[in-house]
């Protein structure tokens, strides 16, 4: 088995894990370089090569920084390590990016040149929903179309029938969730809402939301604030969950939820993307 084998073998298997990570690229080089075009590394989520080899320390570091970014926003960028003489012909200084590809230098004695490319694979969203009610299920058929990653926790007894989740948890004990981008969303609507919400607010996410009202969300927080729960966790929550979209139906609901969770989700991408559109 070939090194390059070997690492799309272990990018297939950090992609079925839903492990973050890089996966960096040669796709041009220039006079004597230590790694050739079709040179592929994966770099971990805490900045470590685990498979495969880009070159040494000419274009390491200009590469591990790349990533850090890369998996920090998600986008994906070109990088070119090119000796200083040659960033000068071109008009542009280490670090500088022009044209959506950032320079790096290469102080190295061989001088050559390397464009790699630097490709986030992030693990998919996670949703969480806790509860069994219509709008739950519609909530978690209608995010598998989205690709996140569902998470289900409701009793058993609660369910007529099997829910679309890839994952299904018998009660609101969550345990250990996959590691990524984490939505949670209560929605009991009447049966077990104060042992879900505990579950929640003891849940790290991005994004809280309690399907039901501000009355409703009112009375739980004082239960558990009383039973030693913290305030500002509990105020975390957006409480009814979703947009304000006149929404009737479980369906409609579902979707201003999915909605609001959207737009958490893509917060300050639309900007970053119009910056190096600009660049």
């Not at 029938?161 to 939505?183: C, H, M, S, V, W």
């Amino acid at each position: 088995m070939t090194a390059q084998v070997e690492v799309l073998d272990l990018v297939a298997r950090m992609k079925a894990a839903e492990c973050a990570f890089v996966l960096a690229t040669v796709v041009r080089t220039v006079s004597v370089t230590a790694a050739k075009a079709g040179a592929k590394a994966i770099i971990a989520a805490d900045g470590t090569i685990v498979a495969g080899w880009i070159g040494g320390g000419c274009a390491k570091g200009a590469v591990l920084k790349a990533a850090r970014e890369a998996l920090a926003d998600g986008e994906p960028r070109m990088v070119s390590v090119q000796p200083e003489n040659l960033l000068a012909e071109l008009g542009v200084s280490a670090g500088e990016s022009r044209d959506g590809i950032r320079f790096a230098s290469n102080m190295c004695p061989s001088k050559g040149t390397m464009d790699i490319f630097v490709e986030p694979v992030l693990p998919h969203p996670s949703l969480v929903v806790l509860g069994a009610s219509p709008v739950a299920l519609s909530l978690a058929a209608q995010a598998r179309v989205l690709g996140y990653h569902i998470t289900l926790a409701a009793p058993a007894a609660d369910l007529a029938a099997q829910p679309d989740a890839d994952t299904i948890i018998d009660g609101y004990r969550l345990g250990e969730l996959n590691d990524a981008k984490r939505f949670v969303v209560v929605s009991t609507q009447g049966k077990g809402d104060e042992a879900a919400l505990r579950a929640a607010v003891a849940t790290k996410a991005d994004y809280h939301a309690f399907v039901g009202s501000r009355r409703k969300m009112a009375s739980l927080r004082a239960k558990l604030i009383a039973e030693g729960a913290s305030a500002a966790a509990i105020d975390d929550f957006k409480a009814p969950a979703g947009l304000d979209l006149g929404a009737i139906t479980p369906e409609e609901i579902a979707m201003s939820i999915l909605a609001e969770i959207t737009r958490e989700r893509r917060r300050g991408q639309r900007a970053a993307n119009q910056s190096a559109s600009r660049e």
